[in-house]
Antibody, heavy 120, light 106 residues
Framework: QVQLVQSGAEVKKPGASVKVSCKAS????????VFWVRQAPGQGLEWMGR????????DYAQNFQGRVTMTRDTSISTAYMELNRLRSDDTAVYFC?????????????WGQGTLVTVSS | DIQMTQSPSTLSASVGDRVTITCRAS??????LAWYQQKPGRAPKLLIY???TLESGVPSRFSGSGSGTEFTLTISSLQPDDLATYYC????????FGQGTKVEIK
């Protein structure tokens, strides 16, 4: 069965960087774009960007341009999201998700989420 | 950027009620719209894609409709398990989520 398993919770200081991993299993990793979505405490969902595991090509949301980097390691079916220059308002749960098998934009499988806390 | 506006922000209904949530896009997104259900502490779950196609395994009491700029998610007979927050998401031009609608059971 399809699974996306994310790395554990992180606590970071303002100005630091965080790198979250998302390991895929149960399908051909290279065939489906991986998206990253975050959710601040008590807030809604915010799209951060996506990566093509096949080509490594990325699209980033404007809000994160210059601060986020998405990469992948196809040999271990893992996608990564690195966010730099962390601020307190980056405190959120970060989700990875796979694009749907049936269309190019909905997200049919999600990781369990990784809580990133930014605090001095 | 395309903005997505959901209404209402919160709704309270009884078991068995018909419930409708609306999502409006700031410009036409054709039918490139998905709906998700999120329960507290959990990842979102895909319910509907391409505005009206039910994801496999989702109960048939959920349905979606609309095109262009106005869309609806309907729960035909609300069940206790439907307590959750529901989000719309457009994918006509990049990706944007609505702010969510919290469904409470009376």
């Amino acid at each position: 069965q399809v699974q996306l398993v994310q790395s554990g919770a992180e606590v970071k200081k303002p100005g630091a960087s965080v790198k979250v991993s998302c390991k895929a299993s149960g399908y051909t990793f290279a065939d489906y774009h991986v998206f990253w979505v975050r959710q601040a405490p008590g807030q809604g969902l915010e799209w951060m960007g996506r990566i093509s595991p096949n080509s490594g090509g990325t699209d980033y949301a404007q809000n994160f341009q210059g601060r986020v980097t998405m990469t992948r390691d196809t040999s271990i079916s893992t996608a990564y999201m690195e966010l730099n220059r962390l601020r307190s308002d980056d405190t959120a749960v970060y989700f990875c998700a796979r694009v749907s098998h049936y269309d190019s934009g909905s997200l049919d499988y999600w990781g369990q989420g990784t809580l990133v806390t930014v605090s001095s | 950027d395309i903005q997505m506006t959901q209404s209402p922000s919160t709704l309270s209904a009884s078991v068995g009620d018909r419930v409708t949530i609306t999502c409006r896009a700031s410009q036409s997104i054709n039918r490139w719209l998905a709906w998700y259900q999120q329960k507290p502490g959990r990842a979102p779950k895909l319910l509907i894609y391409k505005a009206s196609t039910l994801e496999s395994g989702v109960p048939s009491r959920f349905s979606g409709s609309g095109s262009g700029t106005e869309f609806t998610l309907t729960i035909s007979s609300l069940q206790p398990d439907d307590l959750a927050t529901y989000y719309c998401q457009q994918y006509n031009s990049f990706w944007t989520f609505g702010q969510g609608t919290k469904v409470e059971i009376k």
